[in-house]
C-alpha cells in the first residue's frame, strides 16, 4: 500500500484524538449534508436584493465547497447597491465573508499559507489569481490586491455557478484562489478579517517613512470602521498617543475605547487655526508627528496638513473612489513643512496574513474589536441591513446566516 506522510500524520491525529477523546477531522466526509441547492442574495437592481435558489456546483478537484457563516457589509458593496458603479448588476455581492469548509476536491490539501485544509474547517478567501504569475500563492509578498478579482465582486456569467459571493449560504472556491484556514478565530473576527487588513497595510506603509514610532503622537481623522480600526492597530503596536478627529461623538467615544486617548469634534471649531489649534492641545501644545487620512472627503484631506509638524508623515488611505479634487498648499502643507506622504490602497496577502494575528492580540490587550459589529441581520433581511448600513447606524453591520 502507498503510505504519504499526509495519511501518516492523520493516522497520527486520529490516535492521538481518540486517546484525548478529540474527534479529528475527516478529511473528506463532513457531518454536514451536502446539498444540491443554495441561496443567493442576488442584486438584482439598484437598492434591490433578492435571495433566489440556485443549483450548487459540481465541486472539482481543486474546487472547496463552503458553507457560509456569516460576511460582512463593506463600504463597496454599499456603493454597487446604490449606483453600481461596477456594472456588475445581477451580481452576488459579499467580499468579507467566512465559513465551514463542507467538501473539496482531491487537490485540495494546504491553504495559501500552507496550512492544512480539511473538512470543517473555517476559511476566509483573498484574491483570485488567473493570468498573473508572479503573485502566487507562494509568495505571500508580492503586490496588493488592487486590480485582482476577489469573491462577491465577479460577475455573474458562468450559468453552471452562481456561487461566486459570501452573500449566500454556500460559495465555491474555486482552485487558483486564494484561500485561508483560520479555523482559531471566531466569527466575529472572521468577519473582521478584510477590513483589518486595510488597516494593517496602511500602517505598514506607514512605517517605510520611518517617522511612526513607538512614542508618536498619531491623529486618525475619521472614525467611521476604517479609523477605528486604525486606532485598534497602532494601539496594538504600542502607540499610544493618539487622537481621532470626527464630526460623530458617537464615534469618538468608541475610538477611545478602542485606544484614542484624546478626540476632537471638528463640527466644534470654526476655521482650521481652531480646529490644527484643538488637535495641538490633545497634545499638550505639540502637533502630531504622523497622521492618519481615514475620510473620504476632500475638506477633511486638505485640512490634516495643518495637524502635522515639520518633518511629519502622513497616510492618505480615505480615497477608495474618487471622491474628487482636494486643494491644498504645496508650499505651506509640504514643501516648507518636508511632509512625507504615503498611500495606501487595500492589502497584500502577507498583510491578509499578519491581520489574523493582530486580531488575536487586540482582543489580549482588551479592545473591544467583537464590538465593531453593531447589527447582524439574517441573508433574507439584506436590503434592511444595507439600508442601516447607508443610514450609518452602527459601525460594521454584517449578514449573519443561522
Ligand atoms: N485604502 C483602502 O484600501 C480603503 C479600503 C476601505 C475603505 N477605504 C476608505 O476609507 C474611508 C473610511 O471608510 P469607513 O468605512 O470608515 O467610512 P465612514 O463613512 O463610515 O467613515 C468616515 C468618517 O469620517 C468622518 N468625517 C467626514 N468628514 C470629516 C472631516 N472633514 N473631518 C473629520 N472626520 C470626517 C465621518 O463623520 C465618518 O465617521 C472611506 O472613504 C473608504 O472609501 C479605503
Ligand atoms: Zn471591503
Redesign the pocket.
Known amino acids: 500500500m502507498d503510505v504519504n506522510s499526509y495519511e501518516i500524520e492523520e493516522l497520527v491525529k486520529k490516535v492521538l484524538g481518540e486517546l484525548s477523546g478529540v474527534k479529528s477531522p475527516n478529511r473528506s466526509v463532513s457531518n454536514q449534508a451536502i446539498p444540491t441547492k443554495a441561496h443567493v442574495a442576488y442584486l438584482t437592481a439598484l437598492e434591490k436584493f433578492e435571495v433566489k435558489e440556485v443549483d450548487v456546483p459540481p465541486v472539482g478537484d481543486d474546487d472547496i465547497l463552503v458553507k457560509v457563516e456569516g460576511c460582512g457589509i463593506?463600504?463597496?458593496d454599499a456603493h454597487e447597491f446604490r449606483k453600481d458603479p461596477f456594472g456588475l448588476i445581477p451580481v452576488v455581492l459579499g467580499h468579507e465573508g467566512t465559513g465551514e469548509i463542507i467538501k473539496m476536491g482531491k487537490n485540495v490539501k494546504l491553504d495559501s499559507a500552507g496550512k492544512p485544509l480539511n473538512i470543517g474547517d473555517k476559511v476566509v478567501t483573498c484574491m483570485i489569481f488567473k493570468d498573473n504569475p508572479d503573485i502566487t500563492m507562494f509568495d505571500l509578498n508580492k503586490q496588493n490586491v488592487?486590480g485582482a478579482d476577489v469573491y462577491g465582486l465577479l460577475k455573474d456569467d458562468d450559468p453552471n455557478n452562481h456561487l461566486k459571493g459570501w452573500f449566500s449560504d454556500y460559495i465555491l472556491i474555486k482552485g487558483g484562489s486564494t484561500v485561508f484556514n483560520v479555523s482559531d478565530l471566531d466569527l466575529e473576527s472572521r468577519i473582521l478579517i478584510e477590513?483589518c487588513a486595510?488597516l494593517i497595510?496602511?500602517v505598514e506603509r506607514a512605517k517605510t517613512t520611518g517617522i511612526l514610532r513607538f512614542n508618536s503622537r498619531v491623529v486618525v481623522?475619521?472614525?467611521?470602521?476604517?479609523?477605528?480600526?486604525c486606532v485598534a492597530v497602532l494601539r496594538t503596536l504600542g502607540i499610544e498617543n493618539i487622537c481621532a478627529?470626527?464630526?460623530?461623538n458617537k464615534?469618538l467615544e468608541f475610538a477611545k475605547k478602542m485606544g484614542a486617548t484624546k478626540t476632537v469634534n471638528?463640527t466644534e471649531y470654526k476655521g482650521i487655526e481652531a480646529l490644527s489649534g484643538a488637535v495641538k492641545d490633545a497634545f499638550d501644545g505639540h502637533l502630531a508627528d504622523f497622521a492618519f487620512q481615514?475620510?473620504?472627503?476632500p475638506?477633511?484631506h486638505s485640512?490634516?496638513y495643518k495637524f502635522i509638524r515639520n518633518g511629519g508623515g502622513l497616510c492618505?488611505?480615505?480615497?477608495?473612489?474618487n471622491?474628487g479634487d482636494a486643494t491644498i498648499n504645496p508650499h505651506f502643507d509640504i514643501c516648507s513643512k518636508e511632509i512625507t506622504i504615503v498611500?495606501?490602497?487595500?492589502?497584500t496577502l502577507r498583510d491578509y496574513a499578519t491581520t489574523f494575528d493582530f486580531l488575536k492580540r487586540s482582543q489580549a490587550i482588551g479592545l473591544p474589536m467583537k464590538e465593531l459589529i453593531t447589527h447582524k441581520f439574517p441573508l433574507a433581511e439584506i436590503n434592511e441591513a444595507m439600508q442601516v448600513n447607508l443610514r450609518?447606524e452602527g459601525?460594521k453591520i454584517a449578514i449573519v446566516n443561522k
Open positions: 463593506c463600504g463597496t488592487g477590513p486595510v497595510h496602511a481623522q475619521g472614525v467611521g470602521p476604517i479609523g477605528l480600526i478627529v470626527d464630526g460623530n464615534r471638528f481615514c475620510t473620504g472627503a475638506g477633511g485640512n490634516i492618505e488611505l480615505g480615497f477608495f473612489i471622491g498611500g495606501s490602497w487595500v492589502y450609518q459601525f
